[in-house]
Structure formats: C-alpha cells, structure tokens
C-alpha cells in the first residue's frame, strides 16, 4: 500500500509496527482476509497522521483492494483503543481524519498533472501570497483555484479543469467559484516573474468570465423554460 501511494520508509515502518500489536497481543486475533487488508489501510491512515504526511482514507481505500471506508474506519477504532491502552501515542477521540498540508499538497496535485517546475514554483508561491488575503475557501478550493489559474496563465502546461477537478479532488464548479473570488486578488498572488498584471487581466480576465457567464447563461435559460410552463399551462 505504502508503495502505491508513494510513502515514505518510515510510514511502511511504523504500520508495519502497530499492526503487529495486533499479532502480539493474545486478546486480538490478527484476522484474515478484507478484515486484514482493513487493519492494514487503517495502519498506514494512523502512521501518515502520526507523522503529519497528507494522505486522506479515501485515497488510502483506493489501493486497499475493494475494502469499504466503513471497513477501514472500524478497523482504526481498534488501533486507537489498542494504542490508548498500551499508552503508546494520545490519538484524539475525533474520526480518523489525515492532516492536510498544503504543501505536500502542491507536490501531489502538480504530479498528478505533470506540470513543470517553473509552475510548480509559481504555485507553491501564489498559496503562500494567498494567506495575505481574507479567501474564504477551503485550503484545498483555493489550491485547485491557484492551479487553474496558472495554468491558464501557462505558454505549455495547460490544463482542462476537468483533469485539475480529477486531480485535486474538488468538483469542477467549486473551482471556478473559486477562481472567480480569488480573481480580484489575482495580480497580487501569482508571482510577477510568471506573468504581469495585463497578462493577468488579458488572459485570466476572459476566461473566467466566459466561465461566470456561461452558467448564467444556463440560469436564464432554465428560468425562462420554467416561466414558458407555467404560462402554457395557465392558458390551459
């Protein structure tokens, strides 16, 4: 599993050693099968929380062999009571939940959609300038917004929003409200090495308002569909 989702040694290490607790401990039969293969997943989500690395359950249930997330999430309540009790680590009371940092994140986003360094840098940079500002959005809205950006803004790595929603785990339409929030503080995020303010404003600028106006395009449509039925159906 740590293999498939790129980990560290020390992730694989540490699994390996809470699983064998399980072994050890006479109380806990080390079962068979999916239950297992649960027991793994759910070592490999503690380990990668202990060690502060970003790895969600839902990424860790997609090379776990079909084994359900209900699965998995039993499977870490039995880690936390078992380690709880030979007071090796204080693990919180809350669900099993993977710390998200964002720039590990950067790293596993730019991967996915093989970017260059020249942007992997340019992005890196505009998610720090975007702390600066009052966005209302979640770390990982605003990222995918910061890629779609840039890569809008990119000569040779453009990238359709779809692949970037696939990437990033944010659906296609968070992203270009996203976008079209963080779009008045545009110029002042992304890095003025990577393109200027009129670049910006030119190219930016259109796209997301071609975004913006297509789904209001869509509203007027819908609406006036609806105003058309109603009518028809009062002149009945």
């Known amino acids: 599993m740590t293999e498939d989702l ?4 020390g992730v694989e290490f540490r699994a390996c050693e809470i699983v064998s607790k399980f072994d ?7 079962r068979r099968g999916k239950q297992l293969t649960a027991l793994c997943a759910a070592s490999v989500s503690t380990a990668c929380r202990e060690l502060k690395l970003s790895r969600t359950l839902k990424e860790i249930s997609t090379v776990a062999n079909g084994v359900s997330l209900k699965d998995i999430n039993k499977a870490s309540m039995g880690i936390k009571r078992l380690l709880r009790s030979d007071q090796d680590e204080a693990v919180s009371d809350a669900p099993p939940q993977v710390i998200l940092k ?3 994140l950067v790293r596993r986003f730019c991967s996915k959609l093989d970017l260059s360094e020249k942007e992997r840098k340019a992005i890196r940079e505009a998610v720090e300038m975007a702390e600066n500002f ?3 959005r979640n770390p990982k809205s605003v990222l995918a917004a910061i890629i779609f950006m840039i890569c809008q803004l990119s000569q040779t790595k453009q990238r359709p929003i779809s692949d970037i929603a696939l990437a990033s785990e944010v659906v296609e339409n968070t992203i270009k409200k996203s976008a079209n929030d963080m779009y008045p503080y545009a110029s002042k995020i992304i890095p003025k090495w990577y393109a200027s303010e009129e670049h910006i404003i030119n190219k930016l600028g259109g796209n997301i308002r071609s975004l913006c106006c297509a789904k209001s395009f869509w509203i007027y449509v ?3 569909v609806l105003i058309k039925d109603l009518w028809d159906l009062f002149l009945l």
Do not use: A, F, H, N
């Open 6 to 9: 790129d980990l560290i040694s």
């Open 24 to 30: 050890v401990d006479k109380s806990k039969k080390l």
């Open 102 to 104: 964002t720039g590990e």
């Open 222 to 224: 819908e609406g006036y």
């Open 134 to 136: 009052d966005i209302r």
